[in-house]
């Protein structure tokens, strides 16, 4: 880059700046505090020309969104040796078949930007036979048409992700693997320049569980989908030139899929903790409160479930959903009217998008019902401001709640998570020990400085390992 300053592209798939929530949240963070560094936005969307949920620092000097699975542009370049490249992807192809580490740098490289191989692999004899042997190896009881309609949905992705361009760039910084790391791990190769892996979940084992549970994908496409993500997660481990995770647990699972010890790191998450350390100002009755979107992910509905069995314990009980109601309208209709089905409307308020400080401030519990999560924010700004809290035992969750038994509940269980609300109203004194804990827990691991150090440290050393 000719710019002096540092110019990083963070790579994203569904999230920031077009979707709020955790991951988003971070990076618009990261990218407020290190405002020595230029950043680009390299996305990748489902549909074209979302609105903005977020209002771009000046260090966001471009920002470049491909919608996946259409071409990129529409000038289409061709390969400059086609009967090359298909001979490298299906080398390719049977290194990945035979769980050998394949090297996509050749077959990503022989690849131009604003191509899309789709009329390339169904013309070529190569690329057909490919596709016919993949019918008969995995798909033989059922019609050839079915599977190549998916082989088709699932290489339209991909092709439209190695024929994308990538905006220039110093270090390319992918927020997941997916699809964000297969673009990140194509600007790589393209551009001669480092890749920089950062997982607050794992991508293949959230895109796994979504497959299982939706009526849509079934028989041979369920587990060609669960391949390809797994696989493409295993490609970005081996790539990737550093790799962080948020938690420990999370990195081993890294090295098992084939990330090298040596170039993986835990950066946990961190908050702002001058502004979410609050006066309390409490109410009179006993107020639990989730903080999150109204998604499914979210599972909202567990909540609500949980707050019936409460309201029915402790009458003077209100509960908040507090987060915003309009990304899935279709689902928080149907949390409504499980309010409306229960008779908690006097009780129960869904807030829509607020700063959650004014609801910390007196709120009794923090409650989190999600059915995914890697190492929620919503946890540790609650202990910042000295808010106890119940949670279902995912992601990094049980640690952050010193693995205590009764504040933890499995997935969609809401006689467990009604247990835990009523643990903390009936131990206030314990509680007000748990939160100085708590608080002097996240002041000595989370503290969101620390993050901005590690990553400017980081991005620092990747430059000079880029440079001897």
Not at 236 to 251: G, K, M, P
Not at 269 to 286: H, Q, S, Y
Not at 391 to 411: C, M, Q
């Amino acid at each position: 880059m000719s710019n002096s300053r540092l110019t990083v592209c963070i790579v994203l798939e569904g999230s920031y700046p077009y979707i709020t929530g955790g991951v988003s949240a971070w990076v618009h963070d990261l990218i407020k505090n290190i405002p020595e560094v230029d950043f680009k936005l390299y996305t990748i969307s489902p549909k074209a020309d979302q609105p903005l949920r977020y209002e771009l620092p000046p260090n966001v000097i471009e920002s470049v969104d491909i919608v996946i699975g259409e071409p990129s542009g529409r000038i289409l370049k061709t390969p400059k040796h086609p009967l090359r490249l298909m001979k490298e992807i299906a080398r390719f192809h049977r290194d990945m078949a035979e769980n050998k580490d394949p090297d996509p740098e050749k077959m990503i490289t022989m690849m131009p930007e604003k191509t899309f191989l789709y009329h390339l692999a169904v013309k070529s004899r190569i690329g057909w036979r490919m596709i016919v042997k993949g019918n008969l190896k995995n798909n033989p009881l059922y019609p050839f048409s079915d599977y190549y309609w998916a082989w088709k949905s699932s290489h339209d992705l991909l092709f439209s992700i190695f024929g994308a361009t990538p905006p220039e760039a110093d270090i390319y910084h992918a927020v997941s693997t997916g699809f964000a790391g297969l673009a990140t791990l194509t600007a790589k190769y393209r551009h001669n320049k480092p890749f920089l892996l950062t997982e607050h979940g794992l991508y293949h084992k959230e895109r796994e569980m979504e497959i299982r549970k939706t009526r849509l994908v079934r028989g041979y496409q369920r587990d060609m989908w669960t391949s390809i993500y797994n696989k493409i997660s295993r490609i970005c481990y081996s790539q990737a030139d550093h790799i962080t995770a948020l938690f420990e647990e999370n990195r081993q699972k890294q090295l098992e899929l084939g990330a090298a010890d040596e170039k993986t790191e835990v950066i946990p998450n961190g908050i702002d903790v001058e502004r979410f350390t609050l006066e309390r100002k409490p109410r009179p009755g006993f107020h639990i409160g989730l903080v999150g979107r109204v998604v499914p992910i979210k599972d909202i509905k567990t909540f609500i479930a949980a707050c019936k069995i409460v309201a029915d314990k402790v009458p003077e009980s209100r509960f908040y959903c507090i987060g915003p109601t309009d990304e899935d309208p279709d689902y928080y209709e149907d949390c409504r009217l499980l309010v409306e089905n229960l008779k908690l409307q006097d009780v129960f308020e869904f807030t829509g998008r607020q700063d959650v400080r004014d609801y910390y401030n007196f709120i009794d519990v923090l409650v989190l019902t999600s059915v995914r999560e890697a190492q929620p924010l919503v946890i540790l700004e609650a202990y910042c401001s000295g808010v106890p809290a119940v949670s279902t035992a995912v992601g990094n969750v049980p640690e952050l709640l010193n693995y205590d038994e009764r504040f933890l509940s499995p997935s969609k269980n809401s006689t467990k998570i009604a247990e835990g609300i009523l643990t903390v109203y009936n131990n206030p004194e314990e509680m007000e020990k748990l939160g100085r804990k708590n608080f002097q827990k996240v002041l000595n691991f989370y503290d969101i400085k620390d993050l901005h150090r590690k990553y400017r440290e980081l991005y620092k050393s990747l430059m000079e390992r880029e440079s001897q």
